[in-house]
């Protein structure tokens, strides 16, 4: 017999704290008014946020639908 | 022999009019006729972007926006050695600035990412006519439209007062789209987006927020 696959969903909702910290992070880190000059200090290691954050957020995808499932409660 | 140190200032958002209550710990400047939320600091104050520290200036940033009716957060880290300084920054952009508070009042963001296969785009004859201007006007138009998510747009549209978008280039991340929607009507916004959500024909949407519109702030130059 054959195995029906579930679609996966088309709308996953964030709506607790821990799976839109990615978001938080983009827009805390990349959005906002910024102010001319480099008046943005200390911020070491942001580039490197910024290159793995796209990279996060499609394995946020991957978690939490994967082939349709609900994600996981912990 | 030096004085003692003069404290900087760690910014935190633009505010369209001054909060009912000031938060402990933060001062509200007019600079520029714009009010300014933020806190005094060491002026080797160096903040780092740990989990902790995001949440908090979230939260902080929340919690202006309930008081007051138009906000505009400055970027994460932040900070001008005094008053004076940020004057000097903020006044040749008041009047834009002002602009987005305007766009923004009322108003709070929505964040969805879309992942998926990208839509084939064509170059239409607007790309490859006119000037150069013109087609770096097209050019730009195109890195950030997101067809993907046309058919979804009707369903929404009645709520979405603005957008800012951008395209990624890490399939399946497709972009990132933030819409401004009126305060209050985030929650028919989801239920309006789930509906229509089957029908973006292989694109999957991950949606957040409530959030204050971080992602509304003009571009310098813009």
């Known amino acids: 017999m054959r195995k029906r696959r579930r679609r996966a969903p088309s709308l996953v909702d964030l709506r607790d704290a821990d799976s839109s910290l990615l978001d938080l992070v983009d827009h805390l880190l990349s959005k906002g008014v910024v102010v001319s000059g480099d008046l943005t200090l200390g911020l070491a290691g942001v580039d490197l946020v910024y290159v793995h954050l796209s990279a996060l957020l499609c394995a946020a995808d991957l978690v939490l639908a994967p082939r349709g499932r609900k994600p996981r409660a912990r | ?3 003692p140190e003069r404290p900087a200032l760690y910014l935190y958002a633009l505010l369209g009019s001054l909060p009912p ?19 005094e600091v060491h002026p080797e104050t160096s903040p780092r972007p740990t ?10 940033i929340r919690r202006l926006a309930r008081g ?7 970027r994460f880290g932040t900070v001008v050695p005094g008053p004076n300084e940020l004057r000097r920054r903020l006044a ?47 050019a730009r138009v195109r890195e950030r439209a997101v067809p993907e998510i046309d058919p979804i747009r ?55 927020g409530p959030w204050p519109p971080y992602a509304f702030a003009p571009e310098p130059g813009e």
């Open chain 2, 1 to 3: 022999m030096t004085g």
């Open chain 2, 21 to 39: 209550r000031p938060s402990r710990g933060l001062r509200v400047l007019a600079v520029a006729g714009l009010q300014v939320a933020a806190r």
């Open chain 2, 51 to 60: 989990v902790r520290a995001l949440r908090g200036h979230d939260a902080t």
């Open chain 2, 68 to 74: 007051v009716d138009a906000i505009l957060p400055f």
């Open chain 2, 92 to 138: 040749p952009r008041a009047a834009e600035l002002r602009r987005a508070l305007a766009l923004v009042a009322g108003r709070e963001q929505m964040t969805l990412r879309v992942f998926g296969a990208p839509a084939r785009r064509r170059r239409g004859p607007a790309a490859r006519a006119g000037g150069p201007g013109a087609r770096y006007l097209a």
């Open chain 2, 154 to 208: 009707p369903a929404v549209a009645a709520f979405v007062r603005a957008e800012r978008a951008e395209r990624h280039q890490s399939p399946p991340l497709v972009a990132s789209v933030y819409h401004l929607v009126d305060r209050g009507r985030s929650a028919a916004y989801r239920a309006a987006l789930r509906r229509a959500a089957r029908a973006a024909g292989g694109v999957r949407l991950h949606v957040s």
